[in-house]
């Protein structure tokens, strides 16, 4: 019930089009999911987050879109650069408790 | 922008021995934690603190760990005697309340061997 499952595992994308990672949770109490970007050897950082009283949250190139029924929500990157290129991390967090449950990772690669 | 800093960056140690890894959460922030990552792969909770006390832990946080807060500004963990499978990135993270938004350091890598 704790787990997020996160897909793909890896991406590449050509610059200029969408890219587009999808998360899956089970828990209903969850209410809080963020998305993280990681480049290498550095710290997770925060790209953009969404509570479930809304289906969608857009920021510059980034939308999450969430679907409370399913129990999904997804990243899109529009218009995707190189400098993109980096490790996405969906999280959770919520339920009475403390601690994010994060998904597994999508390395995704965007081809100049 | 405020920040969350970490020291070492990288740390060898053999193993059995005692470490110890510093961070520096951001100041106004009342909630830390600790996550580790190994080799890239998924980000894992190992303990939230709270008010000078330890308000969650996973299961990988067993008695060879522990967290301490020994001043107003530095937050730490320590482990005690450690293995080979504890080499990983260890990231300190802090956030003003709890479920707010985390913010992560760039971590230290441990390597035992």
């Known amino acids: 019930q704790q787990q997020v499952k996160q897909s793909p595992q890896s991406l590449i994308v050509q610059k200029g089009g969408i890219s587009i990672i999808n998360c899956a949770y089970e828990?209903?109490?969850?209410?809080?999911f963020p998305w993280y970007q990681q480049f290498p050897g550095k710290g997770p950082a925060l790209l953009i987050a969404?509570?479930?009283?809304?289906s969608e949250k857009k920021e510059g190139r980034f939308t999450i879109s969430f679907n409370k029924s399913a129990k999904q929500f997804s990243l899109h990157i529009m218009d995707s650069q190189p400098g993109d290129s980096a490790t996405y991390f969906c999280?959770?967090?919520?339920?009475?408790?403390?601690?994010?449950?994060f998904g597994t990772g999508t390395r995704l690669k965007v081809l100049a | 922008e405020p920040e969350v800093t970490q020291t070492p960056s990288h740390q060898v140690t053999q193993m059995g021995q005692e470490v110890i890894l510093r961070c520096v959460p951001i100041?106004?922030?009342?909630?830390f934690y600790w996550y580790r990552q190994i080799l890239g792969q998924k980000v894992e909770f190992l303990v939230s603190f709270y008010n000078n006390e330890i308000s969650e832990k996973s299961e990988i946080f067993d008695d060879q760990f522990s967290v301490e807060r020994p001043d107003g500004s530095n937050f730490t963990l320590k482990i005690r005697s450690t293995k080979l499978e504890d080499s990983a990135m260890y990231f300190c993270?802090?956030?003003?309340?709890?479920?707010?938004?985390?913010?992560f350091g760039n971590g230290t890598r441990l390597t035992v061997t």
């Open positions: 969404i509570r479930p009283d809304v």
């Open positions: 100041s106004n922030h009342l909630y």
């Open positions: 828990n209903t109490a969850f209410d809080y």
């Open positions: 993270a802090s956030s003003w309340r709890n479920n707010s938004p985390l913010h």
């Open positions: 999280a959770a967090s919520g339920a009475g408790t403390y601690k994010y449950i």
